[in-house]
């Protein structure tokens, strides 16, 4: 059974910098993503990056994130810089495991960005 652990979230300032961290285990793991959900609004895909190391952003936001991954450790990072206000969200790792058609989602991690 697959395990995902997100971390590295929290309270940070307009301008602040986060890395959030989701390591998975108890699988094979093909392409691993982020995705945020704001208050009040619909869950957005930020990126991907699959096990070769290609990376996919969403049109928007774009630009201050920065995906990463370590397939030794079966972990992806997401990284966001200056961040503002309307990138408090909810933030969610997703997994694709090879052996399955859907994939998992971790439990989230909560951003705050204060302005």
């Known amino acids: 059974q697959v395990h995902i652990v997100e971390s590295g979230g929290g309270l940070v300032q307009t301008g602040g910098s986060l890395r959030l961290s989701c390591a998975a285990s108890?699988?094979?793991?093909?392409?691993m993503a982020w995705y945020r959900q704001a208050p009040g609004k619909q869950r957005e895909f930020i990126a991907s990056?699959?096990?070769?190391?290609?990376?996919m952003y969403a049109d928007s936001p774009k630009g201050r994130f920065r995906i990463s991954r370590d397939n030794a450790k079966d972990t992806v990072y997401l990284e966001i810089n200056n961040l503002k206000p309307e990138d408090t969200a909810v933030y969610y790792c997703?997994?694709?495991?090879?052996?399955?058609?859907?994939?998992?989602w971790g439990q989230g991690i909560q951003v705050t960005v204060s302005s």
């Open positions: 997703n997994v694709k495991q090879w052996s399955k058609s859907t994939p998992d």
């Open positions: 990056v699959n096990s070769g190391g290609s990376t």
């Open positions: 108890g699988g094979s793991f093909g392409t």
